[in-house]
């Protein structure tokens, strides 16, 4: 069964380094996700992307944050300089279609800023 | 703006119980609502959706969820509870159209531990 893989599985860099997560979505879909985790706190929206552009983006995805679908495959989340706020676990999903569909998820980065 | 509220933080059950873990919601229009479980040092992974039709729908490892909607309630139920259950459970709300309409809105989860 396809999957949604994530590279790598833990980071640690340090406060104002800049940091790139990796994200190969399910092959045939089209909508992709980041999201993140913040340690016992709920999943939150960070930004959703279609058709090589931001769809749309939550409040947290400010200009520290990019998005990138480099190649046909990979998708990427930039963090230009971290903050230890930052440290989380970060999810990236995808899904067929902005419909009835359920988005499927990685398995996740974490990320440790310290 | 959508909002999920899981009211309990956790829910313990002995194993062959059957489980409920809550879910309300609150969306502009008709929602699309989801069911997500974490297993520890796992992402999420998918368990049941409801679109619209039938209020009981059915999902993966024999959940189920009911909505209702004069309740914006979406509760997860399971007949028999397994040891194997225990993980955290997320709910989650996604409007039909508008902004955020292709998003995901969580809930803070709900620990589920099933008791040999």
Sequence with gaps: ?????????????????????????ISNHLYFYWYRQILGQKVEFLV????????????????????ERPDGSNFTLKIR??????????????????????QYFGPGTRLTVT | AQSVAQPEDQV????????????????????????????PNRGLQFLLKYITGDNLVKG?????????????????????ALVSDSALYFCAVRALEG????????????????IP
Excluded at chain 2, 99 to 114: D, E, I, S
Aim: one cysteine or more.
């Design chain 1, 1 to 25: 069964e396809p999957e949604v893989t994530q590279t790598p599985s833990h980071q640690v860099t340090q406060m104002g380094q800049e940091v790139i997560l990796r994200c190969v979505p």
């Design chain 1, 48 to 67: 959703s992307f279609y058709n090589n552009e931001i769809s749309e983006k939550s409040e947290i995805f400010d200009d520290q944050f990019s998005v």
């Design chain 1, 81 to 102: 300089s971290t903050k230890l706020e930052d440290s989380a676990m970060y999810f990236c999903a995808s899904n067929v279609y902005r419909g009835p569909y359920e």
């Design chain 2, 12 to 39: 313990n059950v002995a194993e062959g119980n059957p489980l409920t873990v809550k879910c309300t919601y609150s969306v502009s229009g008709n929602p699309y609502l989801f069911w997500y479980v974490q297993y």
């Design chain 2, 60 to 80: 993966s490892y024999g959940f189920e969820a009911e909505f209702n909607k004069s309740q914006t309630s979406f509760h997860l139920k399971k007949p028999s």
């Design chain 2, 99 to 114: 902004t955020g309409a292709n998003n995901l809105f969580f809930g803070t989860g709900t620990r589920l531990t099933v």
